[in-house]
């Protein structure tokens, strides 16, 4: 039950002055809420404001910095004119499909991985210095690597988002395996649970909210290694959209194709709160239904 | 059931030695003899972190003993058993799962076909009157509400060997007492024999066919009393008979010299 769902049940009573302080408290609660989206509004118009003040007024380098205005054009030629590399939306896609690729594979192996180390000892005594090791390979440098290795098409930027994407769900997941209730271990075998029923039953649900937080930050990762392989060598993608963008000297261009990428990280990320909610009505916290 | 007549749980000289997270050895429990006969209701009680939870841990089969024997309706144990239900000090209900797959769980674990085992845990759910629950998360649930999900789900299976590890310990002192009543109930029909750990006498007293007091860890049997009270019982009310008392001062002189040495070791330990 929410703290607000408790404080307007005192309504129904017959006590009007207990009423009326809720419908203030209600009024004032609207009031806040209206107040902190207008000071958000009127901050992005300041800052987005000033930007193209200073940038036309030229105390800023409009040919460097570019400004508000110049991006929304820029912003707006591609979508009705297209890039130079064929449709906004093709770029578009062709980025998020890569991401999403990677991302699938790289969270797969990290889950999968994260739980077996996480179960099997062993495993995770052979493993663990290895894996150590890997993760702090700076793994953005093996971008260049996988364009030798895949070519220019897709597969190398799904290969570095895949690195990128796999370390902090693996750790997760092993975080989350290591930190089962041993007492709902204990409680699965006596009721007749088989190791398999074990790891598929207990230790995977109770480590999905460890692996859901990953999930967030990781796809974020997957964006990034999808662009930045296509910055160094694609034939499509809004990387490499920044980088031609660079290489003609269109400061908006990269700005906008920065903002896309912003609006679509934002959808994503709106889609995995959306999924995460449904999988976890169990939890306390979204008890409020 | 199997048809020998033999005890339903017997540890011979059994010990367990841990390894602690330091290096050194902990020894939980030496040296342990305890039978429990078929359909006995036995009550160990002992000084707090005396080592009684070990007992449990070791006739379950999720712990072997470092020497000794454990026995299971004559069988050494080995692994966890399908004759055996657990009721755990804290809360061991799976929060993902509602009430009523909670109480499936172990029919499923088990291998019976789904529509059987819903039949079964609505049967059970029923019993331990929380019937209109059955889609509601544990975290919806009040903590004797929880408590009884674990019994359902832990009757559900048949045990023919029912460990209970201070199973009432966080509950309030009304919800304990309503608690262990709804216990003996659901026992009296099943014939299961119980070991029920805990450090309240007076609720070892009220349940039990025989009180063992355990001694200050390393946890051994110091001795074993018998419990001649009527049943059916009702726990409030058992608790006034004059007998009660007697033997709870009988118990008490026994118990509280190895509460005293442990509470003079923690004293020494602090110091």
């Given amino acids: 039950m929410s703290p607000e769902a408790a404080t307007t049940l005192p309504v129904t009573g017959t006590d009007t002055t207990k009423a009326g302080r809720a419908v203030t408290r209600a009024r004032a609660a609207r009031r806040r809420k209206l107040l902190i989206g207008g000071a958000r509004v009127l901050l992005l118009v300041a800052v987005l404001g000033l930007w193209e003040a200073l940038s036309r007024a030229a105390v800023i380098d409009p040919f460097n910095f570019s400004m508000p205005s110049k991006i929304w054009d820029q912003i707006w030629t591609w979508t009705t004119h297209g890039t130079a590399l064929g449709s906004l939306g ?7 499909h890569e991401a999403l690729v990677g991302w699938i594979i790289g969270v797969i192996a990290g889950v999968v991985f994260g739980i077996a180390l996480g179960r099997i000892t062993f495993l995770a005594d ?11 390979i700076p793994r953005i440098v093996l971008a260049p690597i996988f364009v030798i290795w895949f070519g220019l098409g897709p597969a190398s930027k799904v290969a570095s988002a895949v690195v990128l994407v796999f370390f902090p769900v693996f750790f997760n997941a092993f975080q989350g395996a290591r930190e089962v209730d041993r007492n709902l271990v204990a409680n699965a075998r006596i009721l007749g649970a088989s190791d398999r029923r074990v790891t598929l039953q207990v230790v995977i649900p109770s480590a999905t909210s460890w692996i859901f937080t990953s999930l967030h930050v990781s796809f974020g ?57 449904r999988i976890f009505r169990w939890k306390p916290a979204d008890s409020d239904s | 059931m199997s048809t020998d007549t033999g005890p339903a749980i017997e540890l011979r000289g059994a010990s367990k030695t841990f390894r602690t997270p330091s290096g050194g050895l902990h020894t939980a429990v030496r040296e342990l003899d305890l039978t429990v006969g078929r359909g006995e209701f036995v009550a160990v009680v002992g000084p707090t972190g005396c080592g009684k939870s070990t007992t449990l841990t070791l006739v379950s089969g999720l712990e072997e003993p470092t020497e000794g024997e454990v026995l299971v309706a004559g069988e050494p144990v080995e692994g966890v058993g399908d004759k055996v239900g657990f009721v755990f000090q804290q809360d061991a209900t799976f929060p993902w799962r509602t009430v009523l797959s909670n109480v499936m769980a172990g029919p499923r674990f088990r291998g019976v076909p789904k529509a059987e085992a819903k039949a079964k845990a609505r049967e059970w759910l029923a019993r331990v009157g929380l019937a209109s629950f059955e889609d509601r998360y544990p975290h919806q649930l009040s903590g004797g509400q929880r408590k009884r999900v674990a019994l359902a789900a832990t009757f559900v299976n048949d045990p023919e060997i029912l460990l209970m590890d201070e199973p009432f310990s966080a509950l309030d002192v009304q919800t304990r007492a309503l608690m262990s009543d709804e216990l003996l109930e659901l026992w009296e029909g099943t014939g299961a024999s119980v070991v029920f750990v805990t450090h309240d006498l007076e609720e070892s007293i009220a349940l039990a066919d025989k009180v063992v007091v355990m001694t200050a860890g390393p946890a051994t049997v110091k001795q074993v009393f018998d419990i001649d009270l009527p049943r059916p019982r009702k726990v409030e009310s058992v608790r006034l008979l004059p007998e009660f008392i007697d033997i709870y001062r009988e118990i008490w002189e026994s118990l509280g010299e190895e509460v005293r040495i442990t509470r003079e070791r923690g004293a020494a330990d602090v110091a």
């Fill in chain 1, 221 to 277: 990762f997957a964006l990034i290694g999808a662009i930045v392989g296509e910055y160094i060598g694609a034939t499509k993608g809004v990387g490499l959209l920044v980088a031609q963008s660079q290489g003609t000297f269109n400061a908006a261009g990269v700005y906008a194709a920065m903002v896309i990428l912003a609006v679509v990280a934002l959808l994503a990320e709106g889609l995995l709160t959306f999924a995460e909610r």
């Fill in chain 1, 90 to 96: 093709e770029q578009v896609w062709f980025t998020l």
């Fill in chain 1, 126 to 136: 052979v493993l663990g210095p290895y894996i150590k090791v890997l993760n702090s």
